[in-house]
């Protein structure tokens, strides 16, 4: 199955070919390394603050085309079209059980194009206001938002809704969308994905050839922000009238010594061992009523922004948080079982194999993991191979400073 995924480098693009016998939906994705973090650039020597938001708003205007209508085109073909943007990358995709070579020919046309004017862009501001304001009006999204907010120091983008602010949108322009577009829209900035029962491969790759007409090189550099400075604040309220407090509680990971694909697994891992449904502390609080199923958990990697999120509903929240410090410090102390760590590993690795039972899972996967520097093949392999003491040692990192947000 992971085997079968093959990797090929096609005129400076990497191709990710994924075979699915006997699937009937077939998704092709191609996924640029350019995200909503992606806010402090250089472009010709010069150091430039884009408004926040901008990835976002480029990811709309690719839709914008000067002859035609790109979701006509695809719905005559039977496909599907859609794009999103997240801290890392913005992803332009289809689905489509038929006609998949055509609709992959239209997929490759519609980010080798772009078309910005003044009067476009101006109108798309109105739309993405929309947008803006339906997130704030979402708890779960305002709560996550507002937990950066207070875990980062303000200028880090991670603070930044992906969407950006109403003020930061109307700072954008034609020049602006096209000074990104062809400085991040290039060929070895990007990954193209093909999934399903496809087999025709060089004529995959013939359509690589003739239709990706972006820019070969990548000529803009994307400067990593670094945290000099702790935020004082600790915590964050915000009342939306719901009936129940929405919590995320958030503490920081500072590891450096190892791959990006290790620090996600074995982080991941040490997350479910002690926080997971079979364990103590899960069973503890819920029997307590401190916590109930809404209680949840990941670690996230954002670049140098690494961070453990705790989520859920409850009316004392602050509780829990005495209660994660007191489990890791218990851990910290003594060793992991043997028998715990490999149940989980066991478990983990089952999920990630359950995942390529659906198409959808294994392109976003993909696509998630090239944004971050690795492939599938190279998570699996980690996975499969992770051991006891790199877990243990990678708890070490696991800061007990808590950061709470909080929506009433």
Same mark, same amino acid.
């Given at each position: 199955?992971?085997?079968?995924? =093959?990797?090929?480098?096609?005129? /400076?693009?990497?191709?990710?070919?994924?075979?699915?016998?006997?699937?009937?939906?077939?998704?092709?994705?191609?996924?640029?390394?350019?995200?909503?973090?992606?806010?402090?650039?250089?472009?010709?020597?010069?150091?430039?603050?884009?408004?926040?938001?901008?990835?976002?708003?480029?990811?709309?205007?690719?839709?914008?085309?000067?002859?035609?209508?790109?979701?006509?085109?695809?719905?005559?073909?039977?496909?599907?079209?859609?794009?999103?943007?997240?801290?890392?990358?913005?992803?332009?995709?289809?689905?489509?059980?038929?006609?998949?070579?055509?609709?992959?020919?239209? $997929?490759?046309?519609?980010?080798?194009? +772009?078309?910005?004017?003044?009067?476009?862009?101006?109108?798309?501001?109105?739309?993405?206001?929309?947008?803006?304001?339906?997130?704030?009006?979402?708890?779960?999204?305002?709560?996550?938002?507002?937990?950066?907010?207070?875990?980062?120091?303000?200028?880090?983008?991670?603070?930044?809704?992906?969407?950006?602010?109403?003020?930061?949108?109307?700072?954008?322009?034609?020049?602006?969308?096209?000074?990104?577009? !062809?400085?991040?829209?290039?060929?070895?900035?990007?990954?193209?994905?093909?999934? /399903?029962?496809?087999?025709?491969?060089?004529?995959?790759?013939?359509?690589?050839?003739?239709?990706?007409?972006?820019?070969?090189?990548?000529?803009?550099?994307?400067?990593?922000?670094?945290?000099?400075? @702790?935020?004082?604040?600790?915590?964050?309220?915000?009342?939306?009238?719901?009936?129940?407090?929405?919590?995320?509680?958030?503490?920081?990971?500072?590891?450096?010594?190892?791959?990006?694909?290790?620090?996600?697994?074995?982080?991941? =891992?040490?997350?479910?061992?002690?926080?997971?449904?079979?364990?103590?502390?899960?069973?503890? $609080?819920?029997? @307590? /009523?401190? =916590?109930?199923?809404?209680? /949840?958990?990941?670690?996230?990697?954002?670049? !140098?922004?690494?961070?453990?999120?705790?989520?859920?509903?409850?009316?004392?929240?602050?509780?829990?948080?005495?209660?994660?410090?007191?489990?890791?410090? $218990?851990? @910290?102390?003594?060793?992991?079982?043997?028998?715990?760590?490999?149940?989980?590993?066991?478990?983990?690795?089952? +999920?990630?194999?359950?995942?390529?039972?659906?198409?959808?899972?294994?392109?976003? =996967?993909?696509?998630?993991?090239?944004?971050?520097?690795?492939?599938?093949?190279?998570?699996?392999?980690? $996975?499969?191979?992770?051991?006891?003491?790199?877990?243990?040692?990678?708890?070490?990192?696991? !800061?007990?400073?808590?950061?709470?947000?909080?929506?009433?």
């Amino acid at each position: 199955m992971i085997d079968n995924i =093959i990797y090929e480098n096609i005129n /400076g693009t990497t191709l990710a070919f994924i075979p699915k016998k006997h699937f009937m939906q077939k998704q092709a994705m191609i996924c640029f390394k350019y995200g909503a973090i992606h806010n402090n650039v250089i472009i010709d020597k010069e150091n430039i603050n884009l408004p926040p938001g901008i990835a976002h708003f480029l990811e709309h205007k690719m839709f914008e085309k000067k002859d035609y209508n790109v979701f006509d085109v695809f719905s005559k073909l039977g496909g599907n079209v859609n794009a999103y943007t997240n801290f890392l990358s913005t992803a332009y995709y289809f689905n489509c059980v038929d006609n998949f070579y055509e609709n992959f020919n239209e $997929l490759l046309k519609l980010v080798s194009f +772009s078309h910005f004017t003044k009067e476009n862009v101006e109108k798309e501001k109105g739309i993405i206001e929309q947008e803006i304001k339906m997130y704030d009006d979402d708890p779960y999204w305002r709560v996550f938002f507002n937990l950066m907010s207070i875990m980062y120091n303000k200028n880090n983008p991670i603070t930044n809704d992906i969407a950006g602010k109403v003020e930061d949108i109307k700072k954008i322009d034609e020049n602006m969308l096209l000074n990104c577009y !062809e400085n991040f829209y290039t060929k070895d900035n990007c990954i193209i994905i093909c999934c /399903g029962d496809i087999e025709d491969r060089e004529k995959i790759e013939n359509s690589i050839l003739k239709n990706l007409t972006i820019k070969d090189k990548k000529t803009g550099i994307i400067e990593k922000y670094k945290e000099n400075d @702790k935020n004082s604040s600790k915590y964050v309220e915000k009342n939306m009238k719901i009936n129940k407090k929405i919590f995320n509680i958030g503490f920081k990971n500072l590891q450096k010594d190892v791959t990006i694909f290790d620090k996600i697994i074995c982080n991941k =891992i040490i997350l479910d061992i002690i926080f997971g449904k079979s364990s103590l502390f899960y069973e503890k $609080l819920y029997n @307590k /009523g401190i =916590i109930d199923d809404t209680f /949840g958990f990941d670690f996230n990697n954002f670049n !140098e922004s690494a961070s453990y999120i705790f989520s859920g509903m409850c009316q004392c929240p602050e509780k829990i948080i005495s209660y994660i410090n007191e489990e890791i410090n $218990l851990f @910290k102390n003594k060793n992991i079982l043997k028998e715990d760590f490999e149940r989980i590993k066991n478990k983990h690795i089952g +999920s990630f194999i359950r995942k390529f039972n659906v198409i959808d899972n294994i392109v976003s =996967i993909e696509a998630e993991y090239f944004s971050n520097g690795f492939n599938i093949k190279d998570y699996y392999k980690a $996975l499969t191979n992770v051991k006891l003491e790199d877990i243990q040692k990678a708890l070490n990192y696991f !800061e007990n400073d808590a950061y709470l947000s909080v929506i009433n």
